[in-house]
């Protein structure tokens, strides 16, 4: 816009004459972003018509009144890194690869203020890799989200290399959580690493922050800074070790982690002098050896669940020195009882020593030989076998076994797991997971669950080989489980479906019989749900204990008391199922709307019969029967047969070809008789 135009505008609209500054910015030519348009150009601006003309991506030609978006509109300056990725993008993408800290730090010298939080820089650089906040190509949803996955995991990748390097960097300030931020520092405060990490382990009085800051410590450190570090880690050692000991808001997981901070420190400083680690108490072995102590069948698994992921393969590699004649049945019990990373860590571990018997922490030191005749990769295989056909597989492994089905390095192992059991062990575990998650507050979702739903081919391959009547089956199942949301739950049924069209008749019965809404007493309703409250959150988890209890006790083929718990199990989920539904079609009334001139749901119903019998009977909800008290829900025959009829007037009933004629005498209210 030029001068001339600007003037009319604020003319007409005195309020933006302080505004003057950003419409003159608004010139052919400028870049711009919108929050609705994202990124555009402006191209002119229609005198006629008073409006911009942007070429937004995805809309060219968009028209916009400078009035209205005077606000809404960021204008770009040339070399801002967004006009920059669209203009320059092979010398940008050139300075963030060679120097990811340098690229930040000018970025920042040229903000006013030459600060910038963590999440303004995230949700820049990400879009200097192809994320995109809006959907401009007018792609699918599902190829936009997988677009901008792509681009996320490349963005984080580079983002983590350049948090180190911008830790490392003397001039710049880093956040200590997410929402503080990043900024530059006056020549004169520059600071080493190591000595911002010194000065805060020195101030920080909570042990297990004072663990990670030596750890931190330990990875910031440079042949120019041991010297500096040296001098404080007598001081430094005793601390951590004291801790290590006595304090006690540490769990045993954070005090193995202690001593291996601690560990790393006096071996990098003491290069060569491996003893003087095995001289400081308490060592890794005694914290081990205390935990199994406690708990001989926990003990491990806890360890394990609670320890940084980047120690998993230091753990394991402890394992096989403690535990040196059985060190393999030792990781595959922790494998079989796994979560997370580390069933990868555990697997991959175990084939590592098929290739190689060397430690991977301790130089010289051989993995020993358990006598077992038989490498690795066979005994997983086997392991696995075994577990699936007792169904005892948990979770965390059957992710691992669908998501790396595909892997070379794993084919030998999986061939042959990818199978419709396979589909009913993973259908349990998403199941037993979703009730685990009922009793306690979480809003995180099935990691097994959303592999089914976003891995297209994975139905396919494991009911490649299956039958219809199994395709049902395990629809059935699928339609009653509790870990899926009802869009991904149709589908994966649409995937079975497809391979087995018969299913199509039990999703169609299923529709058939949804069922009207039906009218309850609120103490029938109140019994119901105390009913489904103590099913979900007392008996159901009462019957996965006594099924894991159960699974201790053998081989699951000939193990009667897990079939028992099973079907003691399975029971429940179908009353919790019933329950459900009932409910979810329940209106609760309250019987005043009964009047004495007709029958209603509420009335209280003298009758006569062709035969000269009298009975006083009371229509009331669909839970209330009780013939013993002549108490009929509303659906029952007599009732139907007497709804809407008035006194005089006489009703059939067919019940089992005993036909009965029934003759209204008088009609009282429910809530009036029993006052």
């Not at 030792?330 to 430690?359: A, H, Q, Y």
């Not at 690795?376 to 492994?397: A, D, H, M, P, Y």
Request: hydrophobic residues 40%; aromatic residues 6%.
């Amino acid at each position: 816009m030029n001068s001339e135009s600007i003037d009319k505008i604020i003319a007409k609209n005195p309020k933006l004459r302080g505004k003057r500054e950003k419409l003159e910015a608004m010139a052919d030519g400028a870049y711009c972003l919108h929050g609705s348009w994202g990124f555009g150009k402006i191209r002119n601006f229609d005198a006629d018509a008073g409006k911009l003309v942007i070429d937004f991506e995805g809309k060219e030609g968009h028209m916009m009144d400078p009035v209205f978006c005077v606000d809404k509109i960021e204008i770009l300056p040339e070399d801002s890194l967004l006009v920059r990725y669209r203009t320059d993008r092979a010398a940008l993408e050139s300075q963030m690869k060679s120097d990811a800290a340098e690229f930040v730090v000018k970025y920042l010298e040229k903000k006013a203020d030459r600060t910038a939080s963590s999440i303004e820089l995230e949700n820049l650089m990400k879009q200097l890799f192809g994320y995109k906040p809006i959907n401009t190509e007018g792609v699918s949803e599902a190829q936009f989200a997988k677009q901008n996955k792509a681009a996320e995991k490349a963005y984080r990748a580079w983002w983590n290399k350049a948090k180190e390097a911008l830790f490392r960097d003397p001039r710049v300030a880093c956040p200590k959580a997410k929402n503080e931020s990043y900024f530059l520092r006056e020549k004169e405060d520059e600071m080493k690493p190591e000595q911002e990490v010194l000065r805060e382990y020195f101030l920080n009085r909570e042990p297990k922050k004072k663990i990670l800051l030596a750890e931190r410590l330990y990875k910031v450190a440079t042949a120019d800074s041991v010297e500096e570090i040296k001098s404080e880690l007598p001081k430094i050692k005793d601390e951590l070790t004291e801790a290590i000991k006595n304090a006690r808001s540490l769990n045993d997981a954070d005090r193995l982690h202690g001593i291996w901070v601690r560990n790393n420190l006096v071996r990098y400083l003491y290069p060569g002098e491996e003893s003087k680690v095995e001289e400081i108490a308490p060592r890794s072995k005694d914290i081990i050896a205390a935990c199994v102590e406690r708990d001989p069948n926990e003990g491990l698994n806890e360890l394990a669940r609670n320890l940084p992921s980047s120690y998993l393969e230091r753990f394991l590699d402890l394992i096989t020195r403690i535990y040196t004649t059985d060190w393999r049945d030792k990781i595959i019990s922790l494998l079989k009882n796994s979560e997370g990373r580390f069933t990868k860590e555990c697997v991959d571990f175990l084939l590592s020593w098929d290739d190689s018997r060397e430690s991977h922490f301790v130089k010289g030191e051989e993995i020993s030989d358990d006598g077992k005749g038989i490498t690795s990769r066979q005994l997983i295989k086997s392991c696995l076998e075994r577990w699936l056909e007792e169904q005892t597989l948990r979770g965390s492994v059957i992710l691992w076994i669908v998501k790396n089905r595909n892997e070379s390095k794993y084919a030998d192992i999986l061939e042959g797991l990818i199978n419709q059991e396979l589909l009913s062990a993973l259908l349990a575990a998403v199941d037993d997971e979703a009730l685990q998650r009922e009793t306690v507050v979480s809003t995180a979702r099935i990691p097994l669950a959303d592999a089914l739903s976003e891995d297209r081919d994975l139905v396919r391959d494991m009911l490649k080989n299956s039958t219809a009547e199994t395709a049902r089956d395990l629809a059935q199942t699928l339609l009653l489980n509790q870990g899926f949301e009802e869009l991904n739950k149709k589908s994966i049924l649409a995937r079975i479906i497809k391979m087995f069209p018969a299913v199509q008749s039990l999703v169609a019965s299923k529709s058939d019989a949804k069922e009207k809404r039906i009218f309850v007493s609120v103490w029938s309703m109140q019994a119901r749900r105390e009913e489904l409250e103590d099913i979900v959150k007392n008996q159901l988890p009462e019957s996965k204990k006594a099924i894991e209890a159960a699974r201790e006790l053998g081989d699951l083929r000939e193990n009667s008391e897990y079939k028992m718990a099973r079907e003691h199990d399975e029971t429940l989920t179908a009353r919790r199922a019933l329950l459900e539904r009932e409910i979810a079609i329940a209106d609760v009334i309250d019987f005043t709307d009964a009047t004495d001139k007709a029958v209603s749901i509420g009335s209280v119903v003298d009758l006569t019969t062709d035969k000269g019998e009298t009975l006083t009977c009371t229509i009331l909800g669909a839970w209330d029967s009780d013939t013993q008290k002549n108490i009929f829900s509303y659906r029952t025959p007599l009732a139907q047969a007497l709804l809407d009829k008035k006194v005089g007037e006489t009703a059939q009933t067919d019940i089992n070809g005993h036909i009965t004629l029934w003759t209204i005498q008088n009609i009282k209210r429910y809530v009036d008789v029993a006052k």
